[in-house]
Structure formats: C-alpha cells, structure tokens
C-alpha cells in the first residue's frame, strides 16, 4: 500500500514540480491523487463507454491539472482539479456521440487515413498533411478536416504522461480507491459551488437532489409554483456548470 502524503509533503512536491518541472515529483503526485480519477471515472459508468476508457481520460486530466495548479493561490488541489477531470470525461462523452453520427464517406476516408499514415510511417517516419493528401488524392483541407475528426475520436495515452522511464508503466502509479473523495469533493468543491448560490436557490438544490423532493413538494414549501421551481432549477444548473469551468 502507497504510504499517504502530508500537506506538508503534498506542498512540497507541488512548489517542487512548478519550480524545477520534476517529473519524479509529478510521478508521485500523479500516484497520490490517482483515486479522484478512478471514483469521478466511475460515477460515468453505465453509460455506453468502458470504466478503463473513462479512468484513462480523467487521469490524463488528472497529468494536466497537476501540470497546470499553481500552489501560490491557496486553492486545495481537489477543489481545481475535480471540475478538469469532470469536464474532460463530459468532453469526451460529447465528442464520441457526434462521431457516432459521421456519414459514411466520412468514416471510409478515415480508414483511408489510417492506412495512409502507415504506409508513409512506414517509408520515411515524418510526414505533413500535404503528403498524406497526396497518397489519398484528396485535396489537403480535406485532410486537415480527417484528421480533426481522428483527434477527437481517439484519446493519447496516458503512458507517455505518466512515465519518461521505458520499463515503467501507468499501473506502477495506481493507487487504491479512497472512499473520502466523495466527502472533500462534497466539503470543498460543493460548498465553493453552494456559495455562488444565493439563499433561495441553496434551499432548492438542497431540497431537489439532497432530499429528494419533488419539484411540486418544494414550490409548497417555499410558497411558490412548480413551473418557478423548473426554472429555477435550470438556472442553477447554469450557475454550477459555468462554476465547473473557472
């Protein structure tokens, strides 16, 4: 079992890390703070796309949130990077639906793509989009086009993040479930979002998904109609998605 890190020892790291840019050190972050990947991967299961899928996508969030915490703001590290990882996965839910929808001449020039890149992979390494247009007599804004389409449909991975050692692997910095995630993203990051609410607006979210009432039980309560208890809610919804992405 990983032994845990201090404040003192997780401080430390991070001034490290934005410092010097040590990769020992974001390693050993990176093995610390693993389990917000694996639980916020897990809350998306169900969903029509694989739990190791999803855990890869939040722990490359995860790389970046590490890359990106500045440590000087006095912000704890889970309340910034829990909306990253959520919003990479919601991302990456959004981006695979659209492709669900891609013609098929689309999807035909796409394998052609992958074919392309291989041949030329193949004969010299390094090739720019003009060549691939090339191989693929098409012209190369239609190339460019190809290959956002690749991009978005595959997610790198996360081993070329993780580890600048060849004998390493992603697995060597996993680390066991914590339970407690869901009590600091609740303490930290809820109550940061809660306190951009106002008090009616508190008592609705409180009421609607802590309580689970119903919306006509919660316009009774506070004396008002059910349709002001649905817009409500959707401005709520508003103000906490556009809290995720600060």
């Known amino acids: 079992m990983t032994q845990k890190l201090t404040d003192d020892e997780i401080k430390k790291l991070f001034d490290e890390y934005s410092q010097t840019g040590d990769i020992a050190a974001r390693n050993t972050l990176l093995e610390h703070y693993l389990y917000m990947a694996q639980i916020i991967a897990k809350k998306f299961t169900g969903r029509g796309v694989e739990y190791e899928d999803l855990l890869q996508v939040a722990s490359m969030a995860l790389v970046k949130a590490i890359e990106r915490f500045d440590p000087s703001r006095g912000i704890k590290f889970t309340s910034f990077a829990a909306p990253s990882l ?16 891609i013609s098929r001449r689309d999807s035909e020039q796409l394998m052609q793509l992958a074919e392309a890149k291989e041949k030329l992979g193949r004969e010299g390494g390094r090739y720019r989009p003009a060549d691939l247009a090339k191989v693929m007599n098409l012209s190369e804004e239609r190339v460019l086009e190809l290959l956002e389409m690749q991009r978005a449909a595959s997610v790198s991975s996360l081993e070329r993040y993780a580890t600048e050692d060849e004998d390493s692997t992603l697995g060597d910095f996993i680390g066991e479930d914590d339970r407690s995630f869901t009590d600091i993203e609740n303490r930290d990051f809820l109550r940061y979002a809660m306190s951009k609410l106002s008090e009616q607006e508190q008592t609705i979210l409180r009421e609607r998904f802590w309580n689970n009432k119903s919306q006509k039980l919660v316009a009774e309560k506070l004396g008002v109609s059910q349709m002001y208890i649905s817009r409500a809610e959707k401005k709520i919804m508003e103000k906490l998605r556009k809290t995720y992405m600060e």
């Open 86 to 101: 959520i919003g990479e996965i919601k991302n990456y839910f959004r981006d695979k639906t659209r492709l669900l929808h």
